[in-house]
């Protein structure tokens, strides 16, 4: 157990590549997330309300990430210096 402790405690890398990579996968993903939720909701959203409810959830999860993604570039910024 506590050399399986050792190997999962090890950093593969610095604290700033790790928060630039968080970055720029937050950004990625928003894209992505929205054209698949929307793909979705185009297949199967019957009424009117549905698809405007899907739309404004799926918009609000984009936006998140994307706020993820500013939030984790400004810290890693405020830790390079």
């Known amino acids: 157990m506590n050399s399986a402790a050792k190997v999962f405690s090890r950093r593969i890398c610095g604290e700033t590549t790790a928060l630039y990579a968080a970055m720029v996968l937050c950004h990625a993903a928003s894209p992505a997330l929205l054209v ?5 909701i185009s297949r199967h959203c019957k009424t009117p309300a549905e698809v405007l409810i899907g739309t404004l959830a799926a918009a609000a999860a984009s936006i998140g990430l994307t706020a993820c993604g500013l939030l984790l570039g400004g810290l890693a910024e405020l830790r390079r210096r």
């Open 36 to 40: 698949v939720a929307l793909y979705g």
